[in-house]
């Protein structure tokens, strides 16, 4: 596990071609299973999309490890390209940042919304923390979860 020794640091512009490449190696597993990959596409809705203002690098001993965007929207911030190098999946990097995102959301009272696709490991995750379902289909599960009150554990 490693539970120390990441930092995160606001996204630049100059940070959007190294993030739409992590994100076609991150979904490529998960959008072949579903029939939906497309070698441009997965990096051009990245590029297309990409909020620097809102986004946050992840970095692991220095280097570039992931990102995360937390994009405010009318009823609740939205959980956008949560996104972690491979081999650290599972090694609790992610979860140390979404409980930090979860815990500051709380704080602010405002409910996070997520879309996670089908079948993917990364729903458990967000399950764990207490995400749930709103709706599904085909590709897509969308999810959400309420500001924790301050007397929850």
């Known amino acids: 596990m490693i539970t120390a020794g990441w930092t995160t640091r606001p996204a630049s512009a100059a940070d959007v071609e190294t993030v739409?490449?992590?994100r076609a190696v991150v979904l490529r597993?998960?959008?072949e299973?579903?029939?939906?990959y497309d070698e441009h596409r997965v990096r051009q809705r990245l590029r297309d999309k990409f909020a620097a203002e809102h986004t946050s690098v992840i970095e692991v001993g220095g280097a570039?490890?992931?990102c995360v965007t937390l994009r405010p929207a009318e009823d609740a911030h939205w959980l956008e390209n949560f996104l972690?190098?491979?081999h650290l999946h599972g090694r609790g990097v992610g979860t140390a940042v979404l409980t930090g995102l979860l815990a500051r959301c709380d704080r602010d009272g405002v409910a996070v919304r997520l879309i996670v696709l089908q079948g993917s490991p990364a729903r458990r995750l967000y399950e764990r923390h207490g995400f749930t379902v709103e709706a599904e289909d085909a590709y897509d599960v969308f999810m959400l979860r309420k500001p924790a009150r301050p007397d929850s554990p």
């Open 20 to 22: 739409a490449e992590l």
């Open 64 to 66: 570039f490890a992931g």
């Open 84 to 86: 972690l190098a491979p």
């Open 33 to 36: 299973r579903i029939g939906r």
């Open 29 to 31: 597993a998960d959008l």
